[in-house]
């Protein structure tokens, strides 16, 4: 990604260019900010119901509190681009619950559960972000949503908005054999100490944060604005290795090393640094360009670092090794030993999809089982924490019932799926029902195939990259395209990407073949087509990547 040319113009940098607002977007926010919606919330929106709700609150103050109107059934993609929001928009919202670090109850789980079948008709969708998004949301019912959420320590404060998003954590924080250090008290002071906080609620966009402290790297980091990757320092101990300025969207970058070591009783001053740095210097004039890459790829990391250090610590930070590859997925499907003893389970969905009935049911299944704790991922996954030996069959046996696999097929582990048509008012294309179709339809298609790992297949409604398409095996991003003359809803290709694992040394972003796209309910025909390919041209390197048979691969060969 290219800096952003030299410019007359102010970019909005309050440090550089002060802080008179350059855009309608920076006006509103200054005049009354995000957080202070709730109270209209509770005292008048509630009362007198969506059409008595303000414009400017309806649109961007409602996104600080976790809302965002929902589309309007019936509008085709090929309308996305030229309707108005409030065109677009129904007379309901998404909500998101916040989950940082995935860390869950049961209690917590049943709440939401019952949320989503009490108000939400029974929808709920399990995000690569650790969170739960609801649907059908009236304003009427928020405010004893809010009163059920945060008698059980949940929560939707700065789910959206130009603020902290949600803070990734490594689901298997604390319990792991093999984990390095459990990051839960790093997440826990972060949020404690910042979320909420007015300094912090009018940043120039969203601000997404990672850490783990586990050796799979299982957050993330690199597309994540700032994290925190656990590495082992020669003489300074267990701490960890930050990253700045990664995302994805139109127009992708990778986060980059900074390369100092930070300590974890510093890390929450680190993030908050971090935070201000983009507060203080980020680009405010225009919105596409107002994301932390932006500054990090103008001024590079070894300016970010001194300005960390001398405007925001006050101290030095001491030079830190990068973090070895990982050794194992960071999906964490599957069954595995914890420290003391018992075991975790990691089970998936299909891309995400599940309900408010699924959910309580998980609960109740969980608490048979003698837990009370579980995880989300960044995977679209959920993982159920300390379960003991001589009961982890039969609590698989219990997931395959509520349609969450333990030992999925390698597509439907490797498979998410963005929100899309159904309720996105930016999608442009269906996605969960397509890539739903699609697993089904690949798990026998290619049942007789011994795949050598999980084939990310990340399938997105719209250019935004929610579902993550630069960095998977195969992403699908949504756009009309013409088949045969005739436009019709459906995606482009990206081929090859990944973030770092076991197979993969390093992140890197997938290659697009000009001209090539699949339609909408051609994912399975085109999937089988490139896999069966790539297991018959890899047969003279058995160790070959999905990934890096598609990098090498002629253009035909893709397609």
Not at 85 to 92: A, W
Not at 99 to 125: C, H, K, M, P, Y
Not at 197 to 216: C, I, M, Q, V, Y
Not at 406 to 417: F, H, Q, V
Request: overall charge negative.
């Amino acid at each position: 990604m290219r800096p952003p040319r030299p410019s007359a113009k102010p970019n909005g940098q309050w440090k550089v260019d002060g802080t008179a607002p350059l855009n309608a977007n920076e006006e509103w926010k200054q005049a009354d900010g995000g957080l202070a919606v709730r109270e209209r919330i509770e005292s008048t929106y509630a009362a007198g119901g969506f059409a008595s709700i303000d414009p400017t609150d309806l649109h961007g103050r409602f996104r600080w509190w976790g809302l965002y109107t929902q589309r309007k059934p019936g509008i085709d993609g090929g309308r996305t681009a030229t309707l108005e929001p409030h065109e677009l928009e129904d007379e309901y919202f998404m909500l998101r619950v916040r989950i940082d670090g995935g860390q869950l109850t049961t209690e917590q789980l049943r709440v939401i559960g019952g949320i989503s079948t009490e108000f939400g008709r029974d929808t709920a969708d399990l995000t690569d972000r650790q969170n739960v998004q609801l649907h059908w949301i009236r304003v009427e019912d928020v405010p004893e949503i809010w009163r059920r959420l945060e008698a059980v320590g949940l929560g939707t404060t700065e789910a959206c908005g130009d603020v902290p998003r949600v803070v990734l954590g490594s689901p298997v924080a604390g319990i792991a054999a093999d984990e390095l250090i459990d990051p839960t008290p790093q997440i826990d002071e972060i949020t404690s100490r910042f979320i909420g906080d007015e300094s912090l609620a009018n940043l120039p966009r969203k601000f997404k944060s990672a850490l783990t402290g586990h050796p799979s790297q299982d957050v993330v980091h690199e597309i994540n604005d700032v994290a925190f990757v656990a590495v082992e320092h020669p003489t300074l101990g267990i701490g960890y290795d930050l990253w700045v300025g990664g995302g994805l969207s139109t127009a992708p970058r990778l986060a980059e090393r900074l390369g100092v070591f930070v300590a974890p009783e510093r890390v929450a001053d680190a993030w908050h640094g971090v935070a201000q740095i983009f507060r203080d210097y980020g680009y405010r004039r225009l919105r596409n360009k107002a994301r932390l890459k932006f500054l990090l790829a103008d001024w590079g990391t070894a300016k970010f670092r001194e300005i960390l250090e001398t405007e925001y610590l006050g101290y030095a930070l001491p030079d830190g090794p990068a973090a070895p590859t990982p050794s194992t997925p960071g999906d964490h499907v599957g069954v595995h030993r914890q420290k003391d003893g018992r075991y975790y389970v990691g089970a998936t969905p299909i891309v995400g999809r599940v309900s408010g009935p699924v959910l309580t049911k998980l609960a109740d299944l969980v608490e048979a089982h003698g837990s009370t704790r579980l995880r989300t991922t960044p995977h679209q996954k959920v993982v159920i924490l300390d379960i003991p030996g001589d009961r982890v069959e039969s609590l698989i046996a219990g997931l395959d019932e509520l349609g969450l696999q333990a030992r999925p097929s390698l597509i439907r582990r490797g498979t998410i799926a963005c929100t899309g048509i159904e309720f996105c008012k930016l999608a442009i294309v269906e996605t969960k029902a397509y890539a739903t179709a699609a697993v089904l339809d690949l798990e026998e298609r290619l049942a007789a195939f011994d795949l050598p790992h999980p084939i990310a297949l990340h399938v997105n409604g719209c250019p935004n990259s929610c579902a993550r398409i630069q960095t998977a095996d195969i992403g699908l991003k949504g756009q009309l395209v013409t088949i045969d003359g005739e436009q019709v809803p459906g995606y482009q290709v990206h081929l090859g990407g990944g973030l770092a694992s076991q197979d993969r040394d390093e992140a890197g972003l997938g290659r697009t073949v000009r001209g090539l796209k699949v339609a909408a309910d051609g994912i399975a025909d085109y999937v089988e087509r490139v896999v069966t390919r790539f297991l018959d041209e890899r047969n003279g390197d058995a160790d070959e990547t999905f990934a890096q048979w598609a990098h090498r691969a002629d253009e035909e060969a893709l397609r």
